[in-house]
């Protein structure tokens, strides 16, 4: 039999997403509920567990309460939203965390889907941190904008509704973003970074960048060991690249929406020898590796490769 995807929250940005990456495949039953039904607990939960596994699309609190729904022992959970991304229990869903991550996420019975911006974060830093080129408690300044679609149905209302908005906003000027505690965490950080985050007026797409001192790192560290780990890191990876040094430094910009319709992930190291100074930096589409593509990516390997990852085109890869 065909396994049942019940998809809690198929209207939002990355519901709708997802349900186009899965349209289509014949190898699944994708189901989701009606909308005279989505308000409705026992349909929900009745959907939950007849699922083999079921990817909410919530907000945090719906999410939890979807979770707490679930009777079926066999139901297993990929949460798209941030309820759950450093909770006790949950898997982070990053397979290029480490070289074990793909396995223990093919095991897992919970698994909680990376934010778009700790996508991009984590993959620059972890591999960084644990081998000793960057410090764990090293204070850190994380800038990234992405597409308003990062803002859900609200981003897509305000730019698309007709009305005014803004070309470009900074938020989070509380300092608290949600992102920061998941950066923390899954990078290995132990002194939490300031975290600045913009919407442009695009729809999809990121940039993220991480500027460092090299003076400030561990002895030896340069541009070039930094490239290195994390080329060794991901190489292999069939959704993260690293760009060679001479690609980057024949940029002379990053373009947000360069990676837009992709669940890739494009990392790269710009450097400046005479001021000791690097930058990490980042692309992504935030509904691709940032959401929905990595949603597809841990649905492939959780069913034990039955359902193989496949890119915003249909395109089958490996895990």
Not at 43 to 53: G, I, N, S, T
Not at 196 to 212: D, S
Request: aromatic fraction near 4%; proline fraction near 7%; include cysteine.
């Amino acid at each position: 039999m065909r396994p049942v995807i019940f998809i809690d929250g198929d209207q939002g940005t990355t519901g709708l997403r997802i349900r186009a990456l899965l349209d289509g495949r014949d190898d699944l039953d994708v189901r989701a509920l009606p909308a005279a039904q989505r308000k409705d607990p026992a349909r929900r939960a009745a959907a939950l567990d007849e699922a083999d596994v079921a990817i909410l699309c919530l907000p945090d609190d719906a999410a939890r309460e979807a979770v707490s729904l679930i009777s079926n022992p066999r139901t297993r959970v990929i949460d798209a939203s941030s309820a759950h991304r450093t909770a006790s229990g949950w898997t982070y869903g990053l397979p290029e965390l480490d070289a074990a991550q793909p396995a223990r996420i093919a095991a897992a019975h919970r698994v909680s889907n990376p934010g778009c911006y700790p996508t991009a974060a984590v993959a620059l830093l972890a591999p960084l941190v644990r081998a000793g080129w960057v410090p764990a408690d090293l204070p850190l300044s994380i800038h990234a904008v992405s597409g308003y679609s990062g803002k859900g149905r609200a981003g897509l209302d305000q730019y698309e509704g007709g009305g005014d908005a803004p070309a470009f906003t900074v938020y989070g000027l509380g300092l608290a973003h949600k992102h920061v505690p998941e950066i923390a965490l899954h990078a290995g950080l132990s002194r939490p970074p300031v975290f600045v985050p913009a919407y442009g007026a695009f729809r999809q797409g990121i940039v993220l960048t991480i500027p460092l001192h090299l003076d400030m790192l561990a002895p030896g560290t340069d541009a070039a060991r930094l490239h290195a780990c994390l080329a060794a890191h991901h190489a292999g990876s069939a959704h993260v690249e690293v760009l060679p040094p001479a690609d980057a430094a024949a940029l002379d910009g990053l373009d947000p929406q360069a990676l837009n319709g992709t669940d890739r992930l494009r990392l790269a190291v710009f450097s400046n020898a005479r001021t000791g100074h690097v930058l990490l930096a980042g692309v992504l589409d935030n509904l691709g590796k940032g959401a929905a593509g990595a949603a597809v990516q841990n649905l492939g390997l959780m069913l034990d490769g039955g359902v193989a990852a496949r890119d915003a085109r249909g395109d089958r890869i490996a895990a």
